[in-house]
């Protein structure tokens, strides 16, 4: 069985004359960051590894996650082609995930998300917000294998104000 967690990204700021890649969170961001975060970590299994775009608003975000599920360094990394709006590069890096990893978070960014839990998961999700988690299970042993799964859980930020 292989398990997969989406976190979007947290509320990103607009008000930094900066390159999108480089927009920093906001105060609600870090504020949904830790909230969401603590509530997974009661939730969940840790995953054996997290994969975060490289994007600051995404790294940030991350961080949280790393934090409230004691991730050591060696089982975080980022990857440019989680930088990604279409959801074709999320795909591809979902897909060819190593086999010896059943559980594994991945930090990203809409409309990328939104498109992969739907594509991958049995429940439809209009949109997945800023800071929201969705759980993912697959039969499959291989993640090459993965259709669909089933979608598990779902938190988002405003469930929990």
């Not at 830790?34 to 608003?57: F, G, H, M, N, Y």
């Not at 004691?70 to 190593?98: C, P, W």
């Not at 594509?119 to 988690?133: K, S």
Request: glycine residues 4%.
């Amino acid at each position: 069985m292989k398990t997969l967690y989406l976190v979007r990204h947290a509320k990103s700021s607009w008000k930094h004359d900066v390159d999108d890649h480089k927009r920093p969170l906001k105060n609600r961001g870090e504020r949904d960051g830790r909230l969401v975060s603590k509530k997974v970590k009661a939730e969940i299994d840790p995953p054996q590894k997290i994969i975060s775009s490289d994007a600051t608003r995404a790294f940030s975000t991350a961080q949280f996650f790393i934090k409230a599920l004691n991730i050591s360094d060696a089982n975080f990394e980022t990857n440019h082609e989680l930088y990604d709006f279409s959801g074709q590069n999320v795909m591809r890096i979902i897909k060819t995930l190593d086999n010896n990893l059943d559980s594994v978070m991945i930090v990203g960014h809409n409309h990328a998300f939104t498109s992969v839990a739907n594509m991958l998961g049995n429940r439809y999700i209009e949109n997945v917000p800023t800071c929201g988690f969705v759980m993912l299970q697959f039969d499959e042993k291989k993640w090459s294998d993965i259709t669909t799964g089933k979608t598990v859980k779902t938190i988002f930020p405003r469930d929990l104000k």
